[in-house]
């Protein structure tokens, strides 16, 4: 249990179809991230948010969305998936915006049919 | 921008020590090394900053070498229990001014008894 969860553990979901992954830190920690992780690729940085505030959108696709509606969670909303998308979703969370450690979540492994 | 890390995949047998390198082309802020066994979220082992300041878990050591940008991870009398994939993470200012932390491909570490 590493204070990150997130939610849901599985999906699979049809290309039209809209979904949303959430993640939740119980940790008082005021930044937050989205990585992809498929296999045989390293962990790929998609979104940060520091206080709120995204700080970071590393050329991710408009068909992901995030929302950080408050320090202790954070949301990817997915819409018009392509297959390729197909990968597990992992969330961290630090705090501070620099050097400290971050905490994982355990993942939403997402199929795109 | 993702730093190198080599090698690939090591396999020991009990009681082995193995290295894990880590390099980047950038000017770093500070270095991150983590470790991920099957179905389970990444989890943290250490990081060394700039200036020679590091924070991680007793039994783990590595070093840092700012002048070359690289990293080593050290694993001393190997145990069954260090088997996982090692992923080194590399942390830069970007160019908007955030702190932007990358991740290799990983390390495949297999323990045997």
């Known amino acids: 249990e590493t204070g990150v969860t997130q939610t849901p553990r599985h999906l699979v979901m049809g290309m039209t179809n809209k979904k949303s992954l959430k993640c939740e830190q119980h940790l008082g920690h005021n930044a937050m991230y989205w990585y992809k992780q498929s296999a045989k690729k390293p962990l790929e940085l998609m979104f940060v948010?520091?206080?709120?505030?995204?700080?970071e959108n590393n050329s991710v696709p408009s068909r992901f969305s995030p929302e950080c509606p408050n320090s202790s969670h954070l949301f990817l909303h997915l819409h018009t998936l392509q297959p390729e998308d197909s990968a597990l979703y992992l969330c961290a969370s630090r705090w501070g915006r620099r050097a400290g450690e971050l905490f994982f979540g355990e993942g939403s492994r997402l199929t795109v049919l | 921008q993702q730093p190198v890390q080599s090698p690939q995949a090591v396999i020991l047998r009990e009681g082995e020590d193995a290295v894990i390198n880590c390099s980047s082309s950038k000017a770093l802020y500070s270095v991150h090394w983590y470790r991920q066994k099957h179905g389970e979220a990444p989890v943290f082992l250490m990081i060394?900053?700039?200036?020679?300041e590091q924070k991680g878990h007793e039994k783990i050591s590595a070093s840092f070498n700012e002048k070359k940008q690289q990293s080593s991870l050290y694993l001393t009398a190997s145990q069954l229990s260090y088997s996982g994939t090692y992923f080194c993470g590399t942390e830069i200012v970007s160019g908007a001014g955030s702190y932007q932390l990358t991740f290799g491909k990983g390390t495949k570490l297999s323990v045997i008894p």
């Open positions: 060394l900053l700039k200036g020679g």
């Open positions: 948010y520091s206080l709120e505030e995204r700080v």
